[in-house]
């Protein structure tokens, strides 16, 4: 391999039933950045079925340009044409970086992908820069420059990681969705759209789809929401959550949820904050009745302002919570919901 | 039916982390559990031999002390353990641990692998992946559900706003979720049984069609360059009121954030 072919920054833009995922024009505005620090471009690699329309989109939000593979093998996500899609424009084109959102479907096509060409690849990315590798001189060791420095919570998020792939291209990452920010919109800003199709042959590696069951679901997406009023187990029952529920439409926020609650059956998964389900950072934070694990703190931590309302006063959650109160939610969220539905409109 | 079954023995994240001077984790000196994700994997394939019938070989690679998560997949019914320790293979991203295993897995016969999606210490979710890539068989991650037709297997793939039910040829590798089961306890026979069983343990030279320059610190692509303690913002105010004044003071703190 030699390192220096290879040139460029490339993000998956990732694409579910023909719509642009968020983490795809958030991977394209932290490219920017990236590619602006090594004085090069911004590719945005678009794999689907029918996809190439979609191409302006990502021109707009930052994309120098696109690379489509189109091919009707690759109309829902399967990992293998997926991962075939990747490897061969990695070999054919020779980028430096490789961007794919830590979602569902690229911690899946993540790993697969940088086993088949052979590089390093990092998880779960919350920060990304170039900079040195070693980042101090190291006596007898070349300090290399340029390098993509890759840090990411580790140990239940316990720790903070910093990665490099020194020896290897592309470096890859996976980036945590809702961490980056996209670029603003330039409508009619257009991108060069390259084709490329390495041909799709099944094989035992074809898996083939019998269902796809869609979660039924009309709430609003909570990494969006302003406001979130999240539950945990200590909320008590499914049918509780209407307290919860009330103070949300008040606020105008969103009802989520702990890890405890999705494993009890209580809310669906979509509804789920932490490391194994979604990073959210609203204005308000509300942890009713959650514990606080370390791994539901690592998707809430940001959050602008944290109340925590939970019985036990030993809970974890209030280490994190800027206002935390002992108290019984059943009484508390009954009343706030009241007084605040009074102030308002008082108003 | 044969089932091998990848386990890691992780560090109870609630104890605290520790670290070698290179930036490594120190596992010799924290308290240790078997990964839950792996825990529930392990579950399905003792439920598939419940069903079907299966043999399930449990795999592990780490300290020697790894012995200790191999002996409990027994007691909880796991056929074999076999443990993958050596020096060399120390400090291993996930492309050297998967090279690894795989070197391992090419010596069994198997119609099903089953990893847990992450382990809870590195949360990568990338080693089950990659040791199906190494194999050349298909990957199922992120599974829900798990039943077998004739020569294939039947899984509910869980993505976030959707599952899809999927269908692939056995052999395959499928990552589990931990809310796929509840996993059953040891049982005291189980554990008596466990204790006195053979561990097969494998070094360098038992791995099958791996070459050095893949594996252990040394053919790890990713490298540290700084770990730290994450630095967390203090904790804020800790109230305890009656139920009218806990209203009063959220709504006080509300008003002066502006948010109301």
């Known amino acids: ?347 | 039916m044969k089932i091998v079954v990848c386990v890691k023995q992780v560090p109870d994240t609630k104890g605290g982390v520790k670290f070698n001077p290179d930036g490594t984790l120190d596992r010799g000196a924290m308290l240790t559990i078997m990964n839950p994700d792996d825990k529930a994997g392990l579950e399905a394939a003792l439920r598939l031999k419940d069903q079907y019938g299966a043999e399930v070989t449990v795999v592990t690679m780490g300290l020697p002390k790894a012995e200790e998560v191999l002996r409990e997949a027994m007691a909880m019914g796991a056929d074999k353990g076999i443990l993958v320790t050596d020096r060399v293979l120390g400090g291993a991203d996930t492309w050297a641990t998967s090279q690894t295993l795989a070197g391992a897995i090419r010596n069994l016969e198997y119609d099903l692998i089953i990893t847990g999606r992450q382990a809870i210490d590195g949360d990568t979710a990338q080693v089950g992946p990659q040791i199906s890539e190494h194999l050349g068989i298909p990957v199922i991650s992120y599974a829900q559900k798990i039943e077998i037709e004739g020569d294939s297997v039947i899984v509910e793939r869980q993505y976030d706003d959707r599952y899809h039910v999927l269908k692939a040829k056995m052999p395959c590798l499928i990552t589990a979720l931990a809310e796929l089961n509840e996993p059953r306890y040891m049982t005291p026979g189980g554990i008596f049984d466990a204790y006195k069983a053979d561990i097969t343990v494998w070094g360098r030279a038992d791995l099958k069609d791996v070459e050095d320059s893949n594996l252990g610190l040394k053919g790890s692509p990713t490298q540290i360059a700084k770990a730290s303690d994450k630095v967390r913002k203090g904790a804020g105010e800790k109230v305890t009121l009656d139920a009218a004044e806990s209203v009063d003071y959220i709504i006080d703190k509300l008003k002066v954030k502006h948010v109301i």
Request: glycine share 10%.
């Open chain 1, 1 to 347: 391999m030699n390192i220096q072919d290879y040139k460029g920054v490339f993000v998956f833009a990732q694409q579910v039933d023909n719509v642009i995922s968020g983490i795809a024009l958030e991977l394209i505005g932290k490219g920017k950045d990236l590619a602006k620090d090594l004085g090069t471009e911004v590719t945005a690699v678009l794999v689907g079925s029918d996809v190439k329309g979609l191409a302006d989109e990502l021109a707009e939000y930052g994309a120098d340009k696109v690379i489509v593979v189109d091919d009707p093998e690759l109309k829902e996500y399967r990992t293998e044409p997926y991962a075939h899609a990747l490897s061969s424009v990695i070999n054919e084109f020779k980028p430096e970086i490789f961007l794919v959102g830590a979602t569902a479907i690229g911690r899946d096509l993540g790993p697969r992908v940088s086993a088949r060409i052979h590089t390093g690849l990092t998880a779960d990315c919350t920060q990304l820069e170039i900079g040195d590798f070693p980042i101090n001189p190291i006596p007898g060791k070349e300090q290399l420059h340029n390098q993509l420095l890759m840090t990411r919570p580790a140990f239940g998020g316990n720790t903070i990681a910093t990665i490099a792939c020194p020896d290897f291209r592309p470096q890859m990452a996976t980036v945590r969705p809702g961490v980056m920010q996209k670029a603003p919109k330039e409508a009619g800003r257009k991108a060069e759209v390259i084709d490329y199709n390495p041909g799709f042959t099944p094989d035992n590696k074809y898996v083939e789809i019998l269902k796809v069951v869609k979660a039924v679901s009309d709430v609003a997406d909570i990494m969006d929401a302003k406001i979130l009023v999240s539950g945990g187990r200590g909320v008590g029952s499914p049918e509780n959550f209407k307290l919860l529920e009330d103070l949300a439409e008040v606020l105008g926020g969103t009802v989520s949820c702990s890890r405890a609650v999705v494993d009890a059956g209580w809310k669906p998964k979509d509804l789920q904050v932490g490391q194994t389900g979604k990073t959210v950072r609203p204005n308000v934070y509300f942890a009713i009745g959650i514990s606080g694990a370390i791994q539901h703190v690592a998707g809430m931590e940001e959050s602008d302002i944290i109340i925590a309302i939970n019985k036990d006063e030993t809970a974890p959650i209030f280490e994190v919570a800027d206002y935390g109160i002992v108290g019984d939610l059943n009484k508390i969220l009954p009343a706030l919901t009241e007084k605040l539905k009074a102030e308002i409109a008082a108003k």
